[in-house]
């Protein structure tokens, strides 16, 4: 990790505003997440020579469904033109792709093209850049407790739970809480996201939309980090 990045280890980002940044510049929506998807790679080579290990991106939540079925058809076929035009560069760069979300609600192809990410970055020890995809935290939260319960019914946990290894159940299991939260488009929303890794997690909330979001708006955002007073409940001797 840089010397100037010491402590933001995990970034998270709510990749907002593609839709009205292009019909801003008077394109259809899709156009906006095209652009966008190609600005994730852009900013996560950004964040590897920042010095984050983790940077875990918003791209399909689970209220997402609920858009026009052709917004929705478009973006399930993203991936495969993602990973097909980036794939062998991130393999090259040694990023390892996770994927958070109920996957198996996806199209069949689009979950190929995600569990094929997975696997061939897998040996990788470079970057971790997760995709949240059909994703919620509350659904997340949820289904951490199932998983749990039925652990317990079954004898294979105890009544006794921590709040580390109940974090063993979630979808970001062996990862970092998240250090830094980020928001594209001047929203000032959670938008049930990582609600439980964000716990003591600064947040920032930038006008610009993800596809304007440069490395420069991101080195920003890391810099203020790295300035604020990170207590997480305490008092620090003064």
């Known amino acids: ?20 940044w292009a019909k801003a510049q008077g394109k259809p929506r899709t156009a906006g997440h095209l652009a966008g998807a190609d600005n994730v790679r852009t900013i996560a080579i950004a964040a590897s020579n920042l010095g984050v290990e983790y940077l875990t991106l918003y791209a399909f939540s689970t209220e997402n469904w609920k ?29 390892r792709m996770h994927m958070l979300g109920e996957l198996d609600r996806l199209p069949a192809e689009t979950r190929k093209v995600l569990d094929d990410a997975v696997e061939q970055s897998k040996q990788n020890t470079g970057l971790n850049l997760s995709i949240a995809i059909n994703y919620g935290s509350q659904r997340e939260i949820l289904l951490a407790a199932k998983h749990y319960a039925e652990d317990v019914a079954e004898g294979k946990a105890s009544l006794d739970l921590s709040e580390e290894q109940f974090e063993s159940y979630l979808m970001t299991a062996g990862m970092p809480n998240v250090d830094l939260l980020i928001r594209t488009s001047g929203e000032l929303r959670i938008s049930n996201y990582l609600l439980w890794q964000i716990a003591y997690a600064e947040l920032e909330f930038v006008p610009e939309a993800w596809p304007e979001f440069t490395p420069e708006v991101l080195a920003r955002c890391i810099d203020q980090f790295n300035n604020r007073d990170r207590r997480f409940g305490g008092i620090k001797d003064e």
Do not use: Q, T
């Not at 990045?5 to 907002?16: E, F, G, L, Q, T």
């Open 67 to 95: 858009r026009s079925a052709d917004e929705v058809n478009y973006i399930m076929k993203l991936p495969s033109f993602f990973f097909g035009k980036y794939m062998k560069e991130f393999i090259d760069r040694g990023f």
């Open 1 to 20: 990790m840089s010397e100037e990045n010491k402590n933001c280890r995990h970034v998270a980002i709510i990749m907002d505003g593609n839709g009205r």
